[in-house]
């Protein structure tokens, strides 16, 4: 299998790892905003091409899908851009930062039957598979997630230290990250407020932000987010259920007790982002919808507009 990436910039390599580790994926196109750091990313990875356009990449003999992994603003017109030249793609997440623009995405994944995913990485985090096998096994359910995103972000770099063309956003990218996985473990969101701290007077963005989300299940959701946080940083979540109560850090796991939980047999890998990889490219060769495809994760993004229009207001 054939596959282009587009963005080299941090996440992008943290792709280039994990295909790496894919038997039968080779990646034969890497696109970046600048010529010559690309060539530079291309040449570590062993890749013979490099460009600063897209266009030029979906034109790659053989090519049969496309990872895209740039700033948030140019999402969803690349994913439409991809799949009209009859490529598979995934999209980083987030998916996008305005609703409009996924329905546009989710409506051409429709018409061209193409495989159309995004990276929702905590579906794929061994940690949370392991609570997820366990709710589908009927072996526990959730009553609450408490889930803390904390960075500290006041200048606009990115996880290199170096500075970003584009600014992150809390709502639409980390938010995203939490109120699809509480869908995903505790059933569909019937309820979502949100308030939110000032903008910051350079970024434009809101540094601070708490979220609360109820599901049709019962369950409730309380997720703090902040730029502003001096501190360890990531996310955390703590998983209350009816039949125990586990906190999940990335690929780790410990009961409430900060016993640790053995994930060895939960995936092939401990590493989400390989995992996530591995679902886009068996999807693909399986003929099948992935896990985390752009239909399953709309239901995240349209509440994410709605809790725009509620800050809005």
């Given amino acids: 299998m054939k596959i282009a990436l587009a963005g080299a910039g941090a996440f992008g390599e943290k792709h280039l790892d ?5 038997d039968g994926v080779e990646v034969v196109s890497i696109v970046g905003r600048r010529l010559e ?19 030029e990449a979906l034109e790659q003999p053989g090519l049969d ?6 700033p948030t603003q140019m999402h969803a017109e690349q994913a439409i851009q991809c799949m009209a030249a009859g490529k598979h793609v995934q999209v980083e997440i987030p998916l ?63 996880a290199k230290g170096e500075a970003r063309s584009w600014t992150d956003h809390l709502l639409w ?28 007077p350079e970024l434009g963005i809101e540094m601070d932000m708490s979220i609360q989300l ?12 902040s730029f502003n946080n001096d501190g360890p940083l990531g996310t955390f979540f703590r998983y209350i259920c009816d039949n125990g109560t586990w906190i999940a850090r990335y690929d780790d796991l410990v009961t409430g007790r900060e016993e640790p939980i053995d994930l060895s047999g939960v995936a092939v890998s401990s590493n989400g982002i390989e995992l996530q990889d591995r679902e886009f490219v068996a999807a693909i060769r399986e003929g099948r919808e992935p896990n985390a495809s752009v239909a399953q994760v709309m239901p995240c993004y349209r509440i994410l507009d709605q809790l725009e229009r509620q800050l809005a207001a």
């Fill in 18 to 22: 994990a295909l790496a580790k894919i």
């Fill in 37 to 55: 750091p690309t060539q530079a990313v291309a040449a570590k990875y062993g890749v013979q091409h490099a460009c600063t356009e897209l266009s």
């Fill in 65 to 70: 899908a496309v990872i895209l992994a740039t």
């Fill in 96 to 158: 996008c930062d305005s609703l409009a623009d996924g329905e546009s995405v989710l409506a051409k994944a429709e018409e061209t039957g193409l495989v159309a995913m995004v990276g929702h990485t905590r579906r794929f985090n061994p940690s949370h598979q392991f609570i997820h096998d366990k709710i589908v096994a009927g072996d526990l359910a959730v009553q609450q997630m408490d889930v803390q995103t904390y960075f500290f972000r006041r200048k606009n770099m990115n």
């Fill in 173 to 200: 990218h980390h938010a995203a990250h939490t109120v699809d996985l509480f869908a995903y473990q505790a059933g569909p969101i019937v309820q979502a407020n949100a308030i939110a701290g000032p903008l910051h």
């Fill in 214 to 225: 109820k599901a049709e299940s019962g369950a409730i959701c309380t997720l703090s987010l």
